[in-house]
């Protein structure tokens, strides 16, 4: 069982940056794929990036976001820069122990954070 924990969001005007954390506890940290997601008002929940053997991104964040992990302190970050509106959204960390797949959807995560919101004026 792992438990997650986001924290780091918050108001931020469109250009500007904020960095996402996301603690877990439980153990083995190191062999799960730890992700983010992201769900704005109205839509379906969207992956955003995920760290396991390499990064993936989606093309929408390519550029601008960068996924980062410390196994020593059980924490993924989420680095979000060039900030736009269209970023709105709560902000969810989750991890699974599936280690590959082409492409990322919330179905193949195992565990869930609460979620952070971040909001981006304009």
């Known amino acids: 069982q792992v438990q997650l924990v986001e924290s780091g969001g918050g108001l931020v005007q469109a250009g500007g940056s904020l960095r996402l954390s996301c603690a877990a506890s439980?153990?083995?940290?190191?062999?799960?794929?730890m992700g983010w997601f992201r769900q704005a008002p109205g839509k379906e929940r969207e992956f955003v990036a995920i760290?396991?053997?390499?990064?993936n991104y989606a093309d929408s964040v390519k550029g601008r976001f960068t996924i980062s992990r410390d196994n020593a302190k059980n924490t993924v970050y989420l680095q979000m820069n060039s900030l736009e509106p269209e970023d709105t959204a709560v902000y969810y960390c989750?991890?699974?122990?599936?280690?590959?797949?082409?492409?990322?959807?919330?179905?193949?995560?195992?565990?869930w954070g609460k979620g952070t919101l971040v909001t981006v004026s304009s």
């Open positions: 989750a991890a699974t122990v599936k280690w590959y797949r082409s492409r990322w959807y919330p179905g193949d995560m195992d565990y």
């Open positions: 439980g153990r083995l940290f190191s062999s799960y794929a």
């Open positions: 760290i396991s053997a390499d990064t």
